[in-house]
């Protein structure tokens, strides 16, 4: 499910720690970042539940038709 790549997950944050620590990105980009890998691993486990409560059952019920 395409839904599932959203999560960003937390190797997101040990990669981001690796290429500061090597000088590859700045700090400040790094924390940015970081906090879209952190909101994305919020909002992952709501945008399952509207999926499963809202999306997937329109979609089974377009294909009985």
Do not use: D, K, W
């Not at 839904?3 to 620590?21: I, K, M, N, W």
């Not at 952190?38 to 509207?50: D, E, H, V």
């Amino acid at each position: 499910m395409v839904l599932s790549l959203v999560q960003a997950g937390e190797f997101g944050f040990v990669l981001l720690g690796f290429c500061v620590q090597n000088a590859v990105i700045p700090t400040p980009l790094a924390r940015t970042l970081s906090l879209v890998v952190a909101l994305s691993m919020l909002l992952t486990p709501a945008l399952f539940i509207l999926y499963e409560r809202l999306i997937a059952p329109r979609l089974h019920a377009a294909g009985e038709r």
